[in-house]
């Protein structure tokens, strides 16, 4: 199981608008005015052990299916392909114009070529499940 990480906030004006990581347990006894605000990391060992014990197959099995998965994912984008999955979303290609940057550390310019970045959109149907669920 992954880790859940505890970020307790004091009130603002203590802090500062700025969110500090304290320890959970202690802190939220001794001073009821913390905000707590939790952040699970899910990893892919995390994503195969749910898929394993939902469907039934070994994780051996579900490890090289969502290996496959991400294959196919990064080798069609790579080839320009977008892919679509109702229901989900869209790993699509998103076109980065051509630009002119400036490198600070030696006051020169650069151009950056034109180029394209893979890119995730989701679905309403996914976008509106996430918005209702409580976190």
């Given at each position: 199981m992954s880790k859940l990480y505890y970020f307790c906030a004091l009130k603002i004006s203590r802090l500062q608008n700025r969110l500090a990581p304290l320890d959970f347990e202690t802190n939220i006894t001794e001073n009821n005015s913390f905000i707590t605000l939790k952040f699970k990391k899910v990893t892919k060992a995390?994503?195969?052990?749910?898929?394993?014990?939902?469907?039934?197959?070994?994780?051996?099995?579900?490890?090289?299916?969502?290996?496959?998965?991400?294959?196919?994912?990064?080798?069609?984008?790579?080839?320009g392909e977008n892919i679509y999955v109702r229901g989900f979303g869209s790993f699509v290609n998103k076109k980065r114009a051509k630009k002119v940057a400036r490198n600070i550390s030696k006051n020169t310019a650069i151009v950056i070529d034109e180029h394209y970045v893979p890119s995730f959109k989701p679905a309403k149907v996914f976008v509106e499940q996430v918005k209702g669920s409580e976190k």
């Amino acid at each position: 199981m992954s880790k859940l990480y505890y970020f307790c906030a004091l009130k603002i004006s203590r802090l500062q608008n700025r969110l500090a990581p304290l320890d959970f347990e202690t802190n939220i006894t001794e001073n009821n005015s913390f905000i707590t605000l939790k952040f699970k990391k899910v990893t892919k060992a995390d994503l195969i052990a749910a898929v394993a014990d939902q469907t039934g197959i070994e994780k051996a099995h579900v490890s090289e299916t969502v290996e496959a998965f991400f294959t196919v994912v990064k080798d069609s984008l790579a080839k320009g392909e977008n892919i679509y999955v109702r229901g989900f979303g869209s790993f699509v290609n998103k076109k980065r114009a051509k630009k002119v940057a400036r490198n600070i550390s030696k006051n020169t310019a650069i151009v950056i070529d034109e180029h394209y970045v893979p890119s995730f959109k989701p679905a309403k149907v996914f976008v509106e499940q996430v918005k209702g669920s409580e976190k």
